[in-house]
């Protein structure tokens, strides 16, 4: 890829932030949600553009992660691993390294095509499943749900509908400096 072709298409990119030692750049393609890592080799040889995983990028610009903006955004959670769930009488947590989302309203697990909802037999076995599994994105949509969707499709959706509430507020998210209650 040429300089040329570089600018190009960082001039269309997101800038999430720089490596703590200020030569690579992480970028995003705000389309695809794809990371993008601008990278000037030590050598001495021509900067290069190459694709990095969210887990990757988390882990080499976790720096840009934790202070990209004062809120929760799109790719908050891009690249975290699903550490733990525990689970309460009325709701239940899923714990993301140094962040966590609340769940007080309906949640259903994707696995393999097949939805399993909060109250059915293998619920809590399904949601267990899910730990130690990257997430590939996150999604908030206001009034629909919050999804969190895994590197092998599986998902975890939190319903933000109204009706599915069981208390004044259906989630609340938490960690590295960010915090959002959808009421």
């Not at 690579?24 to 990278?39: N, Q």
């Not at 995983?53 to 790719?75: I, L, M």
């Not at 975290?80 to 697990?109: K, P, W």
């Not at 997430?135 to 599915?164: M, P």
């Amino acid at each position: 890829m040429t300089d040329d072709e570089i600018d190009k298409a960082i001039s269309e990119f997101e800038t999430v932030g720089d490596h703590r030692y200020g030569w690579d750049t992480l970028f995003r393609e705000p389309k695809s949600r794809k990371f993008w890592e601008l990278v000037y080799p030590p050598n001495g040889a021509p900067r290069g553009l190459r694709p990095i995983t969210a887990h990757n990028a988390r882990s080499k610009y976790s720096v840009a992660f934790a202070s990209r903006q004062p809120g929760v955004h799109d790719y908050w959670l891009d690249g975290e691993t699903l550490g733990s769930v525990t689970f309460t009488f009325d709701y239940l947590q899923l714990h993301f390294g140094l962040s966590t989302i609340s769940a007080f309203s309906r949640t259903s697990i994707q696995v393999d095509g097949l939805a399993i909802h909060d109250g059915d037999d293998q619920f809590r076995n399904r949601l267990c499943g899910q730990i130690g599994k990257i997430v590939e994105r996150f999604e908030l949509d206001r009034g629909t749900a919050c999804v969190v969707t895994f590197d092998d499709q599986s998902s975890i959706s939190i319903s933000l509908k109204r009706s599915d509430y069981q208390g004044p507020e259906a989630i609340e998210i938490s960690g590295a400096g960010h915090w959002l209650m959808v009421e």
